[in-house]
């Protein structure tokens, strides 16, 4: 498709966003396991070495953000975007360049914020924090779309209005676009 062409695309409506960020999050497992688990698993039991929880929050950062760059400056699509047939574009259709992905990337971690802030104000530990941030990502973030006054046809994100970028849902007879 030309750029044009995956411009004039609708956006995701909420469902499909949420489908496929519970599938991200399922690739995440994997990528967090191999990236991650292993590495700091080999450190502890060899060394009995274990990360700062600063320095493990800003290692994962970093790998995810090379995950999700990499893949949107290659072909615009994450593999659960490929999954659900969603694909991020610049507002004139274009793949994205490596500053515009990280951008990207870091406005859609502003979900974060929020998180902070309810784990303060509710004291919650252990597995209610890890609910709480899988609600706000699942749900919570994605309900952003309906601050955006556009037709339901051109809503974007809270990430995607900062970054300058659009989600939009690929017909169904494109199963790929690389």
């Known amino acids: 498709m030309t750029p044009a062409e995956l411009n004039d695309l609708p956006s995701p409506q909420f469902w499909r966003r949420v489908s496929c960020g519970l599938y991200e999050q399922l690739v995440l497992l994997g990528v967090i396991a191999f990236t991650f688990l292993l590495p700091n698993l080999g450190l502890g039991i060899l060394f009995g070495l274990s990360l700062p929880s600063w320095l493990t929050f800003l290692y994962l950062y970093f790998v995810l953000g090379i995950y999700f760059v990499w893949y949107w400056t290659k072909s615009g699509q994450t593999l659960a975007m490929q999954t659900w047939r969603v694909r991020l574009v610049d ?88």
Not at 99 to 110: D, T
Not at 122 to 142: G, R, Y
Request: proline residues 6%; charged residues 20%; glycine residues 4%.
């Open 91 to 178: 507002q004139q259709g274009f793949t994205l360049n490596r500053r515009q992905a990280v951008w990207r990337y870091i406005y859609g971690s502003l979900w974060i914020l929020p998180c902070v802030g309810l784990q303060a104000f509710f004291h919650l530990e252990k597995w209610q924090i890890i609910e709480m941030l899988f609600a706000v990502a699942l749900f919570i973030w994605p309900l952003s779309i309906y601050l955006d006054r556009r037709s339901p046809k051109e809503r974007q994100g809270l990430p995607d209005r900062l970054a300058s970028t659009r989600l939009v849902e690929l017909p169904k007879n494109l199963v790929r676009l690389t």
